[in-house]
């Protein structure tokens, strides 16, 4: 099983969240890829990432705003930087990620620019399924 550095490394991080929403890849500048989804499956393909969005943006929102209104976080926003979360609540997504999204990785790779914020946490986690 792959650790989480070896599915996108700290310096495959480059570009900001923004870029990565409006199409400018920043895994497309990196030496490691991850494979494209074939076109039949590209529908199939974003709707399970879609869900995975949303099921990591319900967690933060239930058990660090204590809301339902998905207006509370974006996507994209930092959750350190808001102040949404503090490295305990790190924990918690952390344990999250593990027993709700079945993945796992090493210590040294649950860092902030991994898990902070809901598309680097997706990321994350559809890279370590597609290394299973």
Do not use: Y
Not at 31 to 43: G, H, M, S, W, Y
């Amino acid at each position: 099983m792959a650790a989480w550095g070896q599915c996108l490394p700290r310096s495959c991080d480059a570009g900001t969240d923004e870029a990565w929403s409006t199409g400018d890849n920043p895994r497309s500048r990196c030496q490691t890829r991850l494979p494209q989804p074939v076109k039949n499956a590209e529908l199939g393909h974003n709707n399970m990432a879609e869900a995975l969005r949303a099921k990591i943006r319900d967690f933060i929102l239930e058990n660090f705003l204590f809301t339902t209104d998905t207006a509370a976080v974006s996507l994209d926003n930092s959750l350190l930087d808001r102040g949404v979360v503090d490295s305990t609540s790190m924990i918690e997504i952390i344990m999250f990620a593990e027993e709700q999204l079945r993945v796992n990785g090493a210590a040294a790779e649950m860092i902030p620019e991994n898990l902070d914020s809901v598309n680097k946490i997706a990321r994350f986690v559809e890279c370590k399924r597609q290394a299973a």
